[in-house]
């Protein structure tokens, strides 16, 4: 059975995720013994997977078919998960995800409609099992402030150059999953500063923390 904590952190593009992701090791491994705790991201985490992720946001040759990306996705998700995510929650570690299937639901179910974004849910349940974040974190900014961001911002990968009505699609996809699975979202304002950010990313896992009764004195592998 799942002894440790599967986190997430989701949002569109230019959300403030990646400053997050680094204000947050720097949390853990100022708090917890370098053994408490995993960073993965996706796609990618594994060899095999950080090569999907080189074909999905940087081959320069054949773009790939919607469908193809999906599968991809999936693909890479499926290493990961059963690779890294499940072995190192079954030890006990606390697992952070930078994006996970919810970014599948937002950009191929709902801004590619590849398939309807319940179909993706059974096809990711097909590809992991059960498995799904215990606490997810939705960094929330308008796509109009994003792209505002994004101004001037070099290079841009495959994704991130796609045009304003995607990222509104992309947007309402976290919307509907965030809704249907409520119970492990913590919806926050992508526009306050990254320190207000952070100490609320902070504290609500703190709390879930104490909830799962995890502490500093637990003995579980780290994987970066």
């Known amino acids: 059975m799942k002894k440790g904590l599967f986190i997430s952190i989701e949002g569109g593009e230019a959300c403030g995720k990646t400053t997050q992701v ?93 398939m309807s974004k319940s179909d993706i849910l059974k096809l990711t349940k097909l590809v992991i099992g059960d498995l799904r974040p215990d606490l997810t974190f939705y960094l929330k900014l308008s796509p109009a402030e994003a792209f505002k961001r994004k101004e001037g911002l070099e290079p841009l990968d495959r994704i991130e150059s796609e045009g304003l009505e995607f990222h509104n699609a992309v947007a309402k996809g976290y ?32 709390e879930k923390m104490k909830e799962f009764n995890i502490n500093k004195e637990n003995s579980i592998d780290k994987e970066l």
């Open 175 to 206: 919307d509907y999953i965030a809704q249907k699975e409520s119970d492990r979202f913590c919806i926050i304002d992508a526009s306050l500063s990254p320190e207000e950010i952070s100490k609320i990313i902070i504290n609500k896992i703190e």
């Open 22 to 114: 680094r204000m947050l090791k720097k949390y853990f491994s100022d708090n917890f013994n370098d053994d408490q705790f995993m960073f993965l991201r996706e796609p990618g985490g594994t060899p095999l997977a950080e090569e999907i992720r080189k074909l999905l946001l940087h081959y320069n040759g054949e773009a790939p078919l919607p469908m193809t990306e999906l599968l991809l996705y999936c693909a890479a998700r499926c290493q990961i998960a059963n690779t890294k995510i499940k072995p190192a929650l079954n030890k006990g570690n606390i697992v952070i995800a930078d994006r996970f299937y919810d970014s599948t639901i937002a950009y191929q179910g709902e801004a590619r409609k590849v």
